[in-house]
């Protein structure tokens, strides 16, 4: 599995310390019912919210930092990589996730317009590596698909 995150504009970035990546949609599907009748006439779907979490290895900076600086630094854009940010000030970026087995088989999902609403990390005595949890809301993704590795 191999994640490349690419912002407005940019190029695409390779992420190596992905250790786990959620999507979840959720749709609320709400009855609608009949003046006297008790049972629902039909069903009406509302507003789709797509979300997830990605856990990444921390060894010595934050990771979708470092891939925001990467992006915007090839393309000699100082405005944006001499500020500091936080990850809930990134703008959008699509997720590129990409599956490929020891027979060559390949599969691929798209996650379009992430944002990072949530971030956290725990450092303790007690752990041998630090991991960086984010949590992220998506405008937008393609289902997993076979064979389309871009």
């Known amino acids: 599995t191999k994640l490349s995150i690419t912002f407005d504009g940019s190029k695409p970035v390779y992420i190596g310390e992905v250790q786990t990546i959620t999507y979840s949609l959720f749709r609320p599907i709400e009855p609608v019912y009949s003046l006297g009748d008790a049972k629902p006439t ?5 507003q789709r919210t797509i979300a997830g979490s ?7 900076r934050n990771v979708l930092l470092n891939a925001f600086y990467n992006a915007y630094a090839s393309h000699g854009n100082k405005k944006c990589v001499d500020q500091d940010y936080l990850t809930d000030e990134l703008p959008p970026f699509d997720m590129h996730i990409t ?3 020891e027979y060559g088989v390949s ?10 609403p949530t971030e956290g990390q725990v ?10 949890t984010v949590q992220y809301v998506a405008q937008d993704m393609r289902l997993m698909r076979p064979g389309d590795i871009t």
């Not at 599969?107 to 990072?116: C, D, E, F, S, T």
């Not at 752990?127 to 960086?132: A, G, S, V, Y």
Request: charged share 15%.
């Open 42 to 46: 039909g069903f009406v779907r509302g």
């Open 54 to 60: 990605i856990i990444f290895t921390v060894f010595d």
């Open 99 to 101: 599956f490929m087995n």
């Open 107 to 116: 599969a691929a999902l798209v996650i379009y317009g992430a944002y990072i």
């Open 123 to 132: 450092h303790s005595i007690e752990d041998m590596i630090t991991e960086n």
